[in-house]
């Protein structure tokens, strides 16, 4: 019910923050015309016609980067590749959800003993019916299962501390039925006093499956004087290995997905992430750093416990693993069930906070939250260049927005006079570096929408920063009308990437195990990387993406068009008020060039359900080569789809092109997704 709500919430803000583009004066030959063919004539053959010797502006480097927050079991149970799930026990106060008593004991939650302030609670394991051959213990299933691969080595670690019960405690990865154990380690002692256990778990030449436990049993009963021994568990955990190998570290597979997109920045951690329901929900960062078993963990306003093992510096390395430009959102003093910090004194410490959080990121050792990063083990600083202020605070309806974007704006120019900062709504007492804008639409929404940024004003100091955009269409991955809205959207953005200098697809995960029910693992549909405990897929939209984040060249090229076919369109009512149709065109393009090597990368979007003949003619280069290189993502029908059944259903095809010309026709298959790389030298 909780989670309906806010979903429901965050649907409302999302319509609200596709803001109407600002018109301007500003004329551009690179407007494309939209021209309905005459009524009684055969359609004519559509034309695309490129100026190489024009260049409308430059593409940013960094128009295609992430975005990302706790959402959908993102982290907890998907890049984070911790297996366990609520290893802290803090996850639900009334009991140790999501484990299990193993043999004739019980288990409880138990706040007598705490490890310490911050994991507070722990699970009591009651050992006095165990027997030689009846062990007792604790299980964990993990997130909708725990991977077990061949030949692989587990790192499992816990806290413990006996009463009556030196132990020992055997710790395996077995099926969920216990039928097998695939791998398995001894703890010869635990000691009366909380310490921390740490095994190597080795499986063998066995199977790949998911459907399995972590167990730590005894068959012990207690010590020699008493047989009534009890166990306290905290921050129980198991990694496999992880991308590059980092402790506490991510998952390779789907690490390998997003390198393969080549992006160039992670916006961070949030999303309703960063704001959380409630100010005592935000992402607090300087609880999320230093040991894992320090970090108190919070409930995200997606409905679940996040423990922050994936904390600021994991989002930081994660950065240093992909070569990314951190986007770093800070909080900024609103929290989604309209809770807000006056703006004044008040507000104060949340602008010391994001000061100290910058520090932290980039400092030098001797100040001190660097020290502090130091002392986590990344003492060289990262590259910081982007801070955002909140997320969608137009949402606010204090209004207080543009005063607290004012305090925090001041302040961190003050002492970092670099750093690039972004608004989330427009303001008036200052001008933001770029202003965040987010649109979650339709397929013909987005369609329709793929020509305004032609319109924007270039004389705006400020610039665009499409912090989160998708095409809602497919769940829980999007689908090929999906890619089709995006890749019409992508060819807007690119051709006006002189303004637009930033884009990211929300949200990037959903872990697909359980998409529906009280127990779900997705909590908002149409998101780019699918996966399970075991395997991860990216979505037609996911390579349409990829197309057009690895293929692009600096250079914006001029670009016109005639006799586009449109199709007729209903926009859907506003606030009851049917809006009159409207033709949408069905075929979108932009054309960009490589400075270096000359080659021209043309993107053709042919949204109809069939093959398009299309004149591309080209000017204003010294002379076209006429082999070339396509590069096709195509579907029979929009509603096309890859799963972690099927994963490479659609995916980019890579051809020879022969006979292009300054001047040629080439045909674009039904429901395709073309990048034509032209040799112009
Ligand atoms: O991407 C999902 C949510 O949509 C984000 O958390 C929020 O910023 C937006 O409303």
Not at 81 to 86: D, F, V
């Amino acid at each position: 019910m909780r989670t309906k709500t806010i979903v429901t919430l965050t649907l409302m803000a999302s319509c609200l923050i596709a803001f109407a583009q600002t018109n301007s004066t500003f004329e551009t030959t690179n407007v494309p015309e939209t021209v309905p063919s005459g009524t009684n004539m055969a359609p004519a053959i559509p034309v695309l016609q490129i100026d190489a010797g024009k260049v409308t502006g430059n593409v940013s480097p960094t128009l295609y980067g992430l975005m990302t927050e706790e959402i959908n079991f993102s982290y907890e149970g998907g890049v984070y590749a911790e297996l366990i799930r609520n290893r802290t026990f803090k996850a639900n106060a009334q009991g140790p959800v999501f484990w299990n008593a193993v043999g004739d004991t019980t288990i409880a939650l138990d706040t007598n003993q705490p490890l310490n302030t911050a994991l507070n609670v722990s699970l009591k394991l009651d050992t006095s019916k165990a027997l030689k051959n009846s062990p007792v213990g604790i299980a964990n299933g993990g997130y909708w299962g725990i991977p077990v691969r061949p030949n692989t080595t587990y790192r499992a670690s816990f806290y413990a501390r006996g009463k009556h019960f030196p132990g020992p405690l055997t710790i395996s990865v077995e099926s969920t039925n216990g039928d097998k154990v695939f791998a398995k380690a001894i703890v010869p002692h635990i000691s009366g006093k909380w310490e921390k256990y740490d095994v190597a778990l080795a499986t063998g030449n066995t199977e790949t499956s998911k459907d399995n436990r972590l167990v730590i049993s005894t068959t012990k009963r207690g010590s020699f004087f008493n047989n009534h021994g009890t166990v306290w568990f905290q921050n129980v955990s198991l990694f496999p290995p992880t991308y590059h190998n980092r402790p506490n570290g991510t998952r390779p597979d789907i690490m390998q997905l997003l390198a393969d997109m080549q992006p160039k920045f992670l916006r961070f951690p949030g999303g309703n992430y960063v704001e959380g329901n409630a100010i005592a929900e935000r992402f607090n960062w300087k609880e999320t750093i230093g040991d894992v078993s320090q970090r108190p963990g919070h409930r995200s306003p997606w409905g679940y416990w996040s423990t922050d093992g994936f904390g600021l510096l994991e989002f930081l390395e994660w950065c240093e693993d992909l070569h990314l430009q951190p986007v770093l959102a800070v909080y900024a003093g609103f929290s989604l069930r309209q809770q807000h910090i006056a703006p004044g004194a008040q507000l104060e410490p949340y602008v010391q906070d994001a000061l100290d959080e910058i520090e932290y990121v980039t400092g030098v050792t001797n100040t001190r939250w660097a020290a502090q990063r130091a002392k986590d083990g990344h003492p060289a600083p990262f590259a910081l260049n982007y801070i955002e202020i909140g997320n969608e605070d137009l949402v606010d309806r204090s209004r207080s927005y543009d005063a607290r974007f004012v305090q925090f704006y001041d302040a961190i120019k003050a002492k970092y006079p670099n750093l690039q900062i972004i608004a989330t709504t427009p303001v008036k007492s200052r001008v933001p570096d770029l202003l965040d804008e987010h649109y979650y639409r339709s397929r013909e929404e987005m369609q329709a929408h793929a020509l305004d940024y032609d319109k924007n004003s270039r004389t705006n100091k400020m610039k665009i920063f499409v912090g989160e955009w998708a095409t809602r269409v497919g769940s829980p991955t999007p689908n090929m009308a999906g890619a089709l809205g995006d890749a019409a959207w992508m060819t807007g953005m690119e051709r006006n990437s002189d303004i637009v200098a930033m884009s990211c697809y929300a949200p990037l995960f959903v872990n697909v195990s359980q998409i529906r029910g009280a127990n779900r693992s997705m909590q908002w549909t149409t998101d780019l990387i699918g996966y399970d405990a075991l395997t991860s897929y990216g979505s037609p939209a996911y390579y349409a993406q990829q197309m057009f984040s690895t293929m692009h060249g600096d250079a914006i090229l001029s670009t016109d068009s005639q006799d586009i076919p449109t199709r007729k369109w209903q926009p859907r009512a506003v606030r009851g008020v049917t809006p009159p149709p409207q033709q949408i065109r069905q075929i979108f393009f932009d054309a960009t060039r490589d400075s270096g090597s000359g080659i021209v990368y043309l993107k053709v979007v042919n949204e109809a359900g069939t093959a398009q003949n299309i004149k591309i003619q080209i000017t204003g280069a010294p002379m076209i080569e006429p082999e070339g290189e396509a590069v096709v993502l195509a579907a029979d029908s929009t509603g096309d789809t890859n799963s972690l059944e099927q994963p490479q259903r659609i995916v980019p095809r890579a051809e020879k092109v022969d006979g292009l010309s300054a001047n040629f026709t080439r045909e674009f298959p039904p429901y395709s997704i073309s990048v034509l790389k032209l040799k112009t030298k």
